[in-house]
T-cell receptor, first 115, second 108 residues
Framework: ETGVTQTPRHLVMGMTNKKSLKCEQH?????MYWYKQSAKKPLELMFV???????ENNSVPSRFSPECPNSSHLFLHLHTLQPEDSALYLC??????????????FGEGSWLTVV | GQNIDQPTEMTATEGAIVQINCTYQ??????LFWYQQHAGEAPTFLSY????GLEEKGRFSSFLSRSKGYSYLLLKELQMKDSASYLC?????????FGAGTTVTVRA
């Protein structure tokens, strides 16, 4: 139990569907992240939120839309995805930005399959 | 992204020692993490090094050489449960980047 909870754990969606991934952290952290993990590839940072404000968007296609209503919750809205978007999507949080050496804590991830 | 290199796979015997090397760019460097990730689970924090030297935590130790852009994670007295992927992550210019991970398989 890492204190970061993601739902759903598994999602299969068609290319025309709209779905959302949800993340909640119970650690009192101020920064939240979305990462994409594909097989044999480095973790790719997608989005960063600090105190509910988006501070980083790593050139992520607009078919991925993040939402951070408060410091404890983070969503990733998915629309018209492609099969190559199939991956493990990891949510994470840290006290403040990880670039200052603060440890980031990951959720268990949401396995996404686009068919 | 930053170039973080670590071996893809390593295999070792139960009770043995394994050393996982990681190299990274030295420009703008500000710290290095090691994470452990079991299959189907979240990456979990193992260590953070920002100064040169060896940090020991039980069976696991992490070493850093800032001038060489080099770190290693040392796993001693290997147990079957240590079979996992080990991720190296470096902070450069205030950006945290991950390596592709090293899959360690422990055999009886």
């Amino acid at each position: 139990e890492t204190g970061v909870t993601q739902t759903p754990r598994h999602l299969v969606m068609g290319m025309t569907n709209k779905k959302s991934l949800k993340c909640e952290q119970h650690l009192g952290h101020n920064a939240m992240y979305w990462y994409k993990q594909s097989a044999k590839k480095p973790l790719e940072l997608m989005f960063v939120y600090n105190f509910k404000e988006q501070t980083e968007n790593n050139s992520v296609p607009s078919r991925f839309s993040p939402e951070c209503p408060n410091s404890s919750h983070l969503f990733l809205h998915l629309h018209t995805l492609q099969p190559e978007d199939s991956a493990l999507y990891l949510c994470a949080s840290s006290q403040e930005g990880s670039n200052s050496g603060n440890t980031i804590y990951f959720g268990e991830g949401s396995w996404l399959t686009v068919v | 992204g930053q170039n973080i290199d670590q071996p893809t796979e390593m295999t070792a015997t139960e009770g043995a020692i394994v050393q996982i090397n990681c190299t990274y760019q030295t420009s703008g460097f500000n710290g290095l993490f090691w994470y452990q990730q079991h299959a189907g689970e979240a990456p979990t924090f193992l260590s953070y090094n920002v100064l040169d030297g060896l940090e020991e935590k039980g069976r696991f130790s992490s070493f850093l050489s800032r001038s060489k852009g080099y770190s290693y994670l040392l796993l001693k007295e290997l147990q079957m449960k240590d079979s996992a992927s080990y991720l190296c992550a470096a902070i450069n210019d205030y950006k945290l980047s991950f390596g592709a991970g090293t899959t360690v398989t422990v055999r009886a």
